[in-house]
């Protein structure tokens, strides 16, 4: 890298002593009059010239294609932005849709569920009366049938004493 640079380098200094050679004798001469111009001018001042104009006119293109590329930029990214919001707002109004769906479905589960837990407590206490009762009247039958059976062997037991 340090080479081509030294080449670059030393090529334009080549190229750049007989413009300063050439200047120093077109200055030198004076024998022409004051009034005459010379139709040669300087040819150093002369590409120094065309290079700052075309160099200004560059600068220029790229100045306007680098303000037009940062406006279709700026408008991409609005659009983008637009773009994004938009999309976060709906995916926001189907997720409240959903969670206001899943609410009422699960009210309604609740209620029903609700519902038939009651249902079903009712019949298990009507299914526990009755079980109560039919337990309730074999225990009666039974303690009367112990008490008849009780009552005739307190009997016989008295009449053997006797």
């Known amino acids: 890298m340090?080479?081509?640079?030294?080449?670059?380098?030393?090529?334009?200094?080549?190229?750049?002593?007989?413009?300063?050679?050439?200047q120093d004798a077109a200055t030198a001469d004076k024998t022409q009059d004051k009034d005459q111009k010379t139709s040669t001018g300087n040819p150093v001042k002369?590409?120094?010239?065309?290079?700052?104009?075309?160099?200004?006119?560059?600068?220029?293109?790229?100045?306007?294609?680098?303000?037009k590329g940062a406006k279709v930029a700026g408008k991409d990214t609005e659009k983008a932005a637009d773009?994004?919001?938009?999309?976060?707002?709906?995916a926001a109004k189907a997720t409240g849709h959903a969670t206001k769906v899943a609410a009422k479905d699960t009210a309604k589960g609740a209620e029903t569920a609700g519902k038939d837990?009651?249902?079903?407590?009712?019949?298990?206490?009507?299914?526990?009366?009755?079980?109560?009762?039919?337990?309730?009247?074999?225990?009666k039958k039974g303690a009367e049938e112990t008490g008849h059976e009780v009552k005739k062997g307190a009997e016989k037991t008295a009449d053997a004493v006797k």
């Open 2 to 22: 340090k080479m081509k640079l030294a080449v670059i380098l030393a090529g334009a200094l080549l190229c750049a002593v007989p413009f300063a050679i050439s």
């Open 117 to 139: 837990t009651e249902k079903g407590a009712k019949v298990a206490g009507k299914d526990t009366e009755k079980a109560a009762k039919k337990t309730g009247s074999v225990v």
């Open 46 to 67: 002369k590409v120094a010239k065309a290079t700052a104009k075309d160099t200004e006119k560059g600068a220029k293109v790229a100045a306007k294609d680098t303000e």
């Open 83 to 90: 773009k994004t919001g938009e999309a976060t707002e709906k």
